[in-house]
């Protein structure tokens, strides 16, 4: 049966769910039957082992990296399940299919495939149910397996990093084994993504073949890519069994997280723009897609805990002046909170602060046409706070073991429903009283002892688990309450960004690091999952506190304008004439707004890898580090990525460079997302340059199809540090 991208499987023999394709859909449908035999070559080498399982739960000689274990209340750890039914479903434009199967012992396994029309993305997740009158122990659920086609080779692209360092892109060929990417910090962590994209060495980045998928959980995730000798391989992925148990009594259930997964011959760009498609559809769904997404502001680094209404005020002032749309006051407006060491848990207005509370600043700041927004980190607790000297017993720990402070707060224990109904009550009152509508949801620390006061000592583990349920189920039950106030996922940055918060956030915060050029390279590994519309970007002050290097407040908004805009600076220390560039560049942004968060990414430039991404171009500016104008070893030296609207009328281009070499323009850089027929004219909107004269001055703006744009492409001569452009090309009329 084709499920999607022609992905059909069989039950093979012995209950064995064996997968058949995975590619390109094919002409009829009997070509995708095929029958699976391979010989027993020895009693080491069980022929099932080599199968394409579509799902392996543990039994007998399976030794690949398990989908699924349990242990049953006799002992028994293994699965021994039965093909029992398929169930087909269609509502609306969706279609789910359905595979049931049993376990004597008392287990029904649900497997569940789920497609979209006009999307070539397939939803995969797994139910497990205890249907015998005893306890039954789940210590390993995947989501599924995906199993590739053989290939000559096998490369990942993934992404790795740390705080301020979030999304860097790598690729590497897998080599014989398992490799693992995951997190077993509670989070989706900064140090990698639940994304892959897998391909045989020789895609590119709007051609070849590329299969690619990411998972949809914001806590400890796990997936293994696993080769074998006979070159086959599979990837599995969902639940990290990192000190996972699922305690199920009698007619209780599990579920795995959803994991999505697709193909595509067009290359990387062609499967992040399928990714971004699946995002805005997720957000459709669930009522998170804010659109326009507005230009935001934030206090943070103006004011830092020094929070108070009259610089408030002052700063809402400024911000209007330079066309903002929304203001958010960030730490240090609630409890005894004039540092990260106190206040915490404690969600009421600070009456030093504000005396008369919220109120007269959000009538100022809407009085001045802006929306407000508010910051809240609600799953962590200060021990100096009312909340914690209230219930110490609130918080994830360890009994007779001490408990791990990390940036003066402790984490509060979501498994517990007296903790979740209580941060829910205060929010609920937050937001009701207040007309507040953006709250930006921060998490500043992994999880440690996760321990719960109110758990069966056999149930311990499942902290991990219930604390993700527990904050979804706060965030949905505010969802519910209040549809019009809109969510930024944050965790210390980039820490908690994944297909699952899409489901409660309109945005993330990408990156505590807001150098605008360390954020070129974190930029653009965000946008292999994730649209631009969800990825919040600041500009703030120069020198900025990672790099301490100064940048010009051009470049910092042309980098930031790549997705949902911000400005994070102390603007009350602008000068007229930086408040006025400001102000331009939002006035600006504006006018092409509508292609940032909802055109069709193409990446033509790489930071990372220094490649022309556009069309194959026989090596012309491309290569690792090699090409016009990008020295060698010094693969980020520009930058350049397009937005282009679906109907091919209009597109913009931002082109950023550290800086030139030897006099050289910039690579030969070629549209990809124009209609070949249509005619375009090349209009610059923005430049920063050290020479203008010179760079106009190279300037051929006759009228093009958008065929030959792609095909000749353009150079700039962007000359000093830090020049950047922003063109757009527009669709001539007749």
Same mark, same amino acid.
């Given at each position: ?313 002052? !700063?809402?002032e400024i911000a209007a002046d330079l066309g903002v749309e929304l203001f958010v006051v960030d730490d240090g407006w609630f409890g005894r909170r004039n540092s990260d060491t ?59 073991r001490d408990r791990t402070l990390a940036r003066h707060q402790a984490v509060l224990d979501y498994s517990n429903q007296a903790v979740r109904d209580h941060i829910f009550g ?20 992994? !999880? ?66 807001t150098d605008a050029y360390d954020r070129l390279r974190i930029q653009e590994g965000f946008s292999y999952a994730y649209p631009a519309s969800t990825m919040r970007a600041w ?116 082109? !950023? ?78």
């Amino acid at each position: 049966m084709a499920v999607a991208n022609g992905s059909p499987m069989s039950t093979g023999s012995a209950s064995q769910l064996v997968h058949l394709y995975w590619g390109p859909t094919l002409p009829r449908d009997e070509d995708y039957i095929q029958h699976i035999t391979f010989p027993e070559r020895s009693s080491f080498d069980y022929a099932p082992l080599i199968w394409p399982h579509e799902y392996r739960p543990w039994h007998g000689r399976m030794y690949q990296e398990p989908s699924l274990r349990v242990t049953f209340s006799d002992g028994t750890r293994d699965v021994a399940w039965k093909f029992e039914r398929a169930e087909v479903a269609a509502m609306k434009d969706t279609h789910r299919l359905t595979l049931c199967f049993s376990d004597p012992k008392g287990l029904d396994i649900k497997l569940h495939y789920e497609t979209r029309d006009e999307q070539d993305v397939i939803a995969r997740w797994v139910e497990v149910t205890n249907v015998s009158q005893d306890i039954v122990q789940v210590t390993h659920l995947s989501s599924a397996v995906w199993s590739l086609p053989i290939l000559p080779a096998y490369r990942t692209t993934t992404v790795y990093g740390d705080w301020g360092r979030e999304f860097q892109l790598q690729r590497s060929f897998l080599s014989y084994g398992k490799q693992v990417i995951e997190s077993r910090k509670g989070h989706t962590s900064h140090q990698t993504n639940p994304l892959f994209m897998l391909d045989s060495g020789n895609a590119n980045e709007e051609s070849g073949d590329v299969w690619f998928g990411a998972l949809a959980w914001s806590g400890n995730w796990k997936i293994a890519f696993e080769r074998n000798t006979h070159n086959q391989l599979s990837v599995s992925g969902g639940l990290n069994d990192f000190d996972f148990v699922s305690v199920l009594g009698p007619r209780e259930k599990v579920a795995s997280p959803h994991f999505y997964a697709g193909y595509t011959n067009d290359g990387f760009g062609g499967a992040s723009r399928e990714m971004h498609r699946l995002a805005h559809r997720i957000q459709e769904e669930f009522g998170t897609k804010e659109r326009p997404t507005p230009v935001l502001y934030n206090s943070w680094e103006a004011t830092y805990f020094d929070v108070n209404e009259p610089d408030q005020m002052k !700063l809402a002032e400024i911000a209007a002046d330079l066309g903002v749309e929304l203001f958010v006051v960030d730490d240090g407006w609630f409890g005894r909170r004039n540092s990260d060491t106190a206040g915490l848990g404690d969600w009421t207005v600070n009456p030093e602060k504000f005396p008369d509370g919220l109120d007269p600043l959000i009538r100022h700041v809407q009085g001045l046409g802006m929306k407000f927004g508010i910051w809240v980190e609600p799953e962590m607790v200060n021990p100096d706070s009312d909340l914690y000297r209230a219930h110490p017993d609130w918080v994830l720990h360890f009994p007779d073991r001490d408990r791990t402070l990390a940036r003066h707060q402790a984490v509060l224990d979501y498994s517990n429903q007296a903790v979740r109904d209580h941060i829910f009550g205060l929010l609920d009152e937050l937001l009701s009283r207040h007309s507040i509508a953006f709250v930006k949801w921060d998490m500043n620390r992994p !999880l440690t002892e996760p321990g719960s006061a109110t758990l069966a000592p056999d149930m311990q583990p499942e902290v991990w688990t219930r604390h993700v349920e527990g904050l979804y189920e706060i965030l949905g039950r505010l969802h519910t309450r209040h549809p019009n106030v809109v969510f930024e996922s944050c965790s210390g940055g980039g820490g908690r960004v994944d297909l699952a918060m899409l489901q409660f956030a309109s945005q993330f915060w990408t990156s505590d690091n807001t150098d605008a050029y360390d954020r070129l390279r974190i930029q653009e590994g965000f946008s292999y999952a994730y649209p631009a519309s969800t990825m919040r970007a600041w500009v703030t002050d120069s020198p900025q506190f990672m790099n301490h290097r100064k940048v010009p407040l051009v470049f910092r908004f042309h980098s930031a304008m790549m997705g949902a805009l911000g400005i994070g600076a102390d603007i009350s220390q602008w000068t007229t004439e930086e408040r006025e560039e400001a102000a331009k560049r939002v006035e600006l942004y504006k006018t092409i707004r509508h292609l940032v968060t909802d055109g069709e990414l193409y990446r033509l430039l790489s930071p990372t890898f220094g490649t022309v991404s556009g069309a194959d171009t026989g090596g012309i500016g491309a290569g690792y580090g090699g090409g016009y104008g990008v020295a060698s070893g010094d693969a980020g030296a520009w930058s350049a990525v397009e937005y282009a609207d679906q109907k091919g009328t209009e597109a913009v281009v931002f082109v !950023l460079g550290r800086g030139t070499q030897y006099g050289d323009p910039t690579p030969v850089i070629r549209p990809v997302g124009l209609d070949d027929n249509m005619v375009y004219t090349l209009e610059v909107l923005d430049v920063h340059t050290a020479d203008e004269q010179r760079f106009y001055g190279m300037w051929d703006l006759a009228p093009r199809s958008g065929l030959a744009w792609a095909r000749m492409g353009f150079r700039l001569l962007l000359r000093g540090d830090y020049a950047s452009a922003i063109i757009r090309f527009k669709a001539v009329v007749e």
